[in-house]
């Protein structure tokens, strides 16, 4: 199998790397294997004077190292040796004694951007497709090819540590604003103008670059500034990963290792942590985290799903919060017409004004340039009537969570949309069924479930009933990642997926603070466990109206073991809603939290400090919860997989990642503990702990979710 091609002409060796079978380009052994024998065959080569490496696919450079081997991976030994024999081959770029040019469009990422920083010069195509970045942290892993060592000492250790602990990947522009890349081509000329600078520098031309600039020089130039750089992505850091990730840390150590002592013990330092790393707990859960988003990509949730519809109209019943944030990312990810429709002009345009901050951001952010911008503004209109609605794809209603309220517009929806388009709820709790139950055509009406704000979160549920027809489902899909969401089907239950699962966590930590347990220190200890944010913080951002709803929702479903904490009512009463409102456990001022409003603990009618509970029985209440509720779900077909669910969790409701969602930290704890835990809880808490059923039964017959792990 041969993955390069290469030709010689005017003393320019051209290398075009084309994976054979492969939809991207990798670094796979034979690949390494290859590229070695073709940098001897150069070395020797007294009549080649310069060399351009260039890329046969559509849109890879070369997308990294090929995760399958790294997966393959058992023992610490084997990934020293796999990341060794990576770092001796991009080596022999630099030691070549003759120019490399790198010519970039598409994806290079990881491995290949390592490969392309080991190159004499940089070209990338102005194009959307180009994408360049050093994401080894987000699988836990580092750069360690030596992308620790090359990046700092080409643009300074600030800017290369803003990628490497963060795992950026940036657009081509970024990337050359950053001196990642030297040039910057249209894909036309890409071939053209590496072979151009290819002749230049091997006539003895090399570009002049900054280094960083001079703000970095006077700072990083000198031991005391650059001690204090690292001092400060040290904080970071740490406040950032909770100890929870080593990854990011240890990049930051191979990047200090390395300018300390020389890249040579930097390499070393690198391949030493990555093979630590690479066999570590949080790194497989990290990796699988990868494949099951992947798989999702590839999935439609229906079997043998049709060939989605196309989607370039929008419509968007409800111009609030939600229905704004759906219309501004629909406009900036999926580049669709966007229609909002609301009751009043006023409603309407500030649901416009919010939809285009969104677009505003994407500008203000170098994402998309000034053009664009105001082809983008002028794609979003909206009105009281219903008109435009006629010739819309898809409309997605986004209204108050009232039945009724829902039921009065989808029925002038039927009445005004054509016959092929599809009717969505944004609902967060209310069954898709009694929503459709008063249309004609249920089959085309299905859930997109959003989660707030909707520009930053990366989760849709599509909601199908047993009356969703495939069609349907698998447009709203394809729509759905167009907008640049992971996406997950669940079936048609109240609370679906997330909110269901979520709920007994938010009403354990209502109970929790009703007994005595402080705000605050509720809060620190689940983020000290792994969540992005504590409970009670989370129930403010959420909003304690929308809230109480849902919980309601649940319990009048579900029973007692969902039935929400009596002192919400009260605080909802007294018109504190949350972050939205200016307070609810908290105070807010112009949008930021001012600390615990003490006066909510008379509102709950509690004590604050007055709990006994140990810290461990506040942690178990909170995480059983979810748990149990998780195997409750999974077991009646909310979701259809362990993947999904475990996915669902983590981009919805920040689940921990490096616990690999809900259902795998039940494997990793083990089913008979967990059960056990849930029992203990039971007796000192409450029937709400009972073991679901199905976790007793796979406790007896010693199964486990994911049982080829």
């Keep these: 199998m041969t993955a390069f091609t290469t030709t010689v002409a005017d003393g320019i060796a051209r290398l075009v790397l084309d994976l054979p079978h492969e939809p991207i380009n990798k670094i796979t052994r034979g690949v390494r294997e290859e590229l070695e024998q073709l940098v001897e065959e150069v070395a020797r080569d007294a009549a080649i004077r310069a060399v351009v490496l260039l890329s046969g696919k559509s849109d890879t450079f070369i997308a990294g190292a090929d995760i399958d081997e790294f997966v393959a991976l058992r023992t610490r030994d084997e990934a020293y040796a796999l990341v060794k024999g990576g770092q001796a081959l991009i080596n022999r770029l630099p030691a070549l004694g003759k120019p490399v040019v790198a010519a970039i469009h598409g994806a290079c990422l990881g491995g290949g951007l390592e490969a392309a920083l080991a190159c004499t010069y940089r070209l990338a195509t102005e194009h959307d497709k180009t994408k360049i970045g050093l994401p080894e942290v987000q699988l836990g892993i580092i750069p360690a090819a030596g992308g620790c060592q090359r990046l700092p000492r080409l643009i300074g250790i600030q800017a290369a540590l803003d990628i490497i602990l963060a795992g950026k990947t940036l657009p081509a522009k970024s990337a050359f604003r950053r001196g990642i890349v030297d040039e910057l081509v249209h894909p036309a000329v890409l071939e053209r103008e590496a072979m151009r600078a290819a002749r230049q520098l091997a006539g003895g031309w090399r570009p002049a670059r900054p280094g960083g600039g001079v703000k970095a020089a006077l700072l990083e130039k000198n031991p005391a500034g650059r001690a204090l750089v ?33 890249v040579d013990a930097g390499l070393d330092f690198e391949a030493a942590s990555f093979a630590d790393l690479a066999v570590g707990d949080v790194s497989r859960e990290l990796v699988r985290i990868f494949f099951a988003t992947t798989a999702l990509k ?104 009232d039945l009724d309220v829902k039921h009065a517009v989808f029925r002038e929806l039927e009445a005004e949309v054509g016959e092929e388009c599809i009717l969505a709820s944004n609902t967060s709790t209310i069954p898709i069924e009694r929503i459709s139950a008063v249309l004609s055509r249920p089959e085309r009406v299905l859930g997109m479930h959003f989660f707030s704000p909707v520009e930053k979160m990366p989760l849709l549920e599509v909601i199908v009933t047993g009356q969703t027809s495939p069609s349907a489902t698998a447009t709203a899909v394809a729509f759905g990642r167009r907008m640049g969401k992971t996406v997950v089907v669940v079936q048609d239950h109240p609370g679906f997926w997330v909110n269901r699962i979520l709920a007994p966590y938010l009403n354990e930590a209502g109970r929790l603070v009703a007994e005595g347990v402080e705000i605050e220190g509720l809060d620190r200890l689940m983020k000290r466990f792994g969540f992005p944010v504590g409970p009670i913080t989370l129930l403010d951002e959420i909003g304690l109206d929308v809230g109480l709803k849902a919980s309601s929702v649940l319990h009048e479903a579900f029973g007692d073991r969902m039935r929400p904490q009596e002192g919400l009512k009260a605080v909802v009463a007294a018109g504190r809603l949350g972050r939205k409102s200016g307070g609810g456990f908290y105070r807010y001022k112009k949008g930021k939290r001012r600390g615990v409003d003490e006066s909510i603990y008379a509102l709950i009618g509690t004590q604050p400090g007055s709990a006994t509970i140990a810290d461990a029985d506040v942690r178990d209440r909170l995480l059983y919860a979810m748990l149990n509720e998780a195997v409750r779900a999974l077991d009646e077909g909310v979701v259809r997989s362990p993947r999904d669910g475990d996915i669902a969790a983590i981009f919805g409701i920040g689940y921990p990642p490096f616990l690999g969602g809900p259902l795998r930290t039940l494997d990793r704890a083990g089913i008979p503990q967990a059960v056990e835990i849930l029992r203990r809880l039971t007796t000192a808490y409450g029937d709400r702990f009972t073991p679901a059923p199905r976790l007793e039964r796979m406790a007896a017959d010693g199964e486990r979710f994911y049982p080829d792990d």
């Design 230 to 262: 690292f001092a400060l992505a040290r904080k970071q850091v740490r406040a950032k990963t909770g100890g929870h990730y080593p990854a990011p840390l240890t990049a930051l150590q191979a990047v200090e290792h390395g300018l300390r002592y020389g």
């Design 298 to 401: 590839k999935d439609f949730g229906v079997a043998d799903a049709p060939e989605p519809r196309p989607v370039e109209r929008l419509g968007v019943a409800g111009a609030g919060f939600m229905g704004a944030g759906i219309g501004g990312t629909a406009v900036t990810q999926a580049g669709v017409d966007v229609r909002l429709r609301d009751t009043s002009l006023t409603a309407v345009g500030k649901g416009l004004a919010a939809a285009r901050r969104i677009v505003d951001d994407r500008l203000k952010r170098r994402r998309i340039s000034k053009y664009e911008h105001r082809r983008l503004t002028a794609q979003l209109s909206g009105g009281t009537g219903w008109a435009g609605f006629r010739r819309a794809d898809l409309v997605i209603e986004a209204v108050f969570e």
